[in-house]
């Protein structure tokens, strides 16, 4: 069994308790971060730190505790459960203001910090990166503030499901002809050296693993371009891929059953994938 962190303590997952009246659970008002961990050290601890910071600025959420203090609980809670590779989840609430009401409650409320661990061995080391995923493309139904991480994830879990239903792995969201993301990944094309991914607005999650593998893209020369881009732009590149915390760089090989590029994995994306393996294992903590 696993031990999980509840507000300060460490407790056996099953005797982690959170009140019906958590706001969280009423009302999704909630953010949320996920960390890889491989060789038992955190990827970017750092940037999920000041994105976290971000989110609960944007709802007014006060923040429960130190940087320093989160990163503690990361590490013991990879040392409780003897993760080697797999991820840390961290949710923060606003807390249980003790009934159901739409206002905020007093600003004095206590937030609600959750954090648990999931194993994943060979996480670094997956079969979907070396064959690519199916993607099909659907209308982005989701509110207007993706930019900050909140645990409202119906619409994506819907998509999800459409994609499985569709015999696909994911779902890239389309809102006025261009794609905005995947359900839980920054998308990106590639065509010749350009790697083309949307520009950060309210509409996407500014992806700690999209800034670092733009980062290492340019530092290897390649051109990048923040920019919207169509479904039928994807399908005539070279090379589609997706990058999240937990997927690194995955590439994408067919986008609403037409192959994309030679419908294999493609370079950029193997390269990229590379790099950032590398260089995040290296500046782990
Ligand atoms: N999802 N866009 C969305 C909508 C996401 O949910 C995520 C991450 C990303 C990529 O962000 P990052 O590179 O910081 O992981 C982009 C996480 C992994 C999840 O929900 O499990």
Redesign the pocket.
């Known amino acids: 069994m696993r031990t999980v962190y509840l507000n300060g303590d460490y407790l056996p997952e099953d005797e982690a308790k959170v009140s019906i009246f958590d706001r969280g659970f009423l009302m999704a008002d909630g953010v949320?971060e996920?960390t890889s961990v491989l060789d038992g050290k955190l990827l970017d601890f750092d940037?999920?730190a000041v994105?976290l910071q971000r989110s609960l600025d944007e709802l007014d959420i006060r923040h429960p505790s130190s940087k320093e203090d989160l990163l503690e609980v990361h590490r013991e809670l990879v040392r409780l459960n003897d993760i080697t590779d797999g991820m840390i989840y961290l949710q923060i609430t606003r807390g249980n203001p003790g009934d159901r009401d739409f206002a905020y409650p007093a600003p004095d409320t206590a937030p609600t910090v959750v954090l648990f661990t999931q194993s994943k061995p060979g996480l670094a080391d997956s079969p979907a990166a070396r064959q690519g995923i199916k993607v099909i493309s659907i209308p982005d139904q989701r509110w207007g503030r993706?930019d900050i991480?909140t645990v409202q994830?119906l619409y994506?879990s819907m998509g999800k499901m459409m994609a499985k239903a569709a015999g696909c792995d994911d779902a890239w969201m389309v809102e006025d002809d261009v794609v905005t993301?995947?359900?839980?990944?920054?998308a990106y094309i590639v065509k010749g050296n350009t790697i083309i991914t949307r520009q950060l607005g309210h509409e996407?999650?500014q992806?700690?693993?999209?800034a670092a593998v733009l980062r290492f893209a340019r530092e290897a020369q390649m051109k990048v371009e923040e920019r919207p881009f169509t479904i039928a732009e994807a399908l005539a590149a070279d090379e589609a891929f997706v990058?999240?915390?937990?997927t690194f760089v995955m590439p994408v090989v067919e986008m609403d059953g037409q192959p994309v590029g030679t419908g294999k994995p493609g370079p950029v994306a193997a390269r990229l994938r590379e790099i950032y393996l590398d260089e995040s294992r290296k500046a782990a903590i």
């Open positions: 949320y996920v940037g999920h994105r993706r991480k994830l994506p993301e995947g359900t839980s990944n920054n996407i999650l992806g700690i693993t999209r990058t999240s915390a937990t």
